[in-house]
């Protein structure tokens, strides 16, 4: 009888062990995107966040700031569904910290429809913003899509961490 608790709680505790070791933990950011996985990011020239809605029609979500140089920053956004869409619109904001204050610098609004591409489930907006005075600046950004018979749609707003320039 004691050999059989002794292998019964060797078990348990081996099954505790390795089940703790298997479990993920995310952490949410400051991005008010409930039930979002979210990763930011940064390096030397760029800022950037990578977020997973887990939606119904949203698969991924990439918007990225990078330093280009003579004050000039380089946007770069990127939204991936899990089927093809009727359209896909993105907002995406350029926003500079004045009196600390995030206020919209430059915008730009770019929108995709099926007309415009039979298999429409990504788009990328890519572009650069240059004269910039010295300062922080992130990416605050919204996307909206609606599957093809126009009965479902998803949107999500993203903001991206800042970037300072010189």
Not at 20 to 45: K, L
Not at 82 to 103: P, Y
């Amino acid at each position: 009888m004691k050999k059989m608790i002794k292998r019964c709680l060797v078990i348990c505790s081996v099954m505790i062990m390795v089940l703790s070791s298997v479990v993920t933990a995310y952490a949410q950011s400051g991005n008010g995107s409930a039930g979002m996985i979210m990763r930011e990011y940064q390096d030397e020239n760029s800022v950037g966040v990578e977020a997973s809605p887990r939606g119904q029609l949203i698969s991924t979500i990439t918007l990225q700031l990078s330093n280009e140089g003579y004050r000039t920053l380089g946007v770069y956004s990127e939204i991936l569904c899990h089927q093809d869409m009727k359209s896909i619109t993105m907002s995406i904001n350029l926003q500079r910290l004045v009196d600390g204050r995030w206020k919209n610098y430059n915008t730009q609004n770019f929108e995709w429809t099926e007309e415009d591409d039979d298999h429409l489930s990504m788009a990328i907006a890519s572009y650069e913003v240059g004269l910039l005075p010295a300062g922080s600046y992130r990416l605050s950004a919204a996307y909206v899509v609606y599957n093809l018979d126009g009965s479902l749609h998803e949107s999500k707003n993203i903001t991206s961490p800042s970037k300072t320039i010189n």
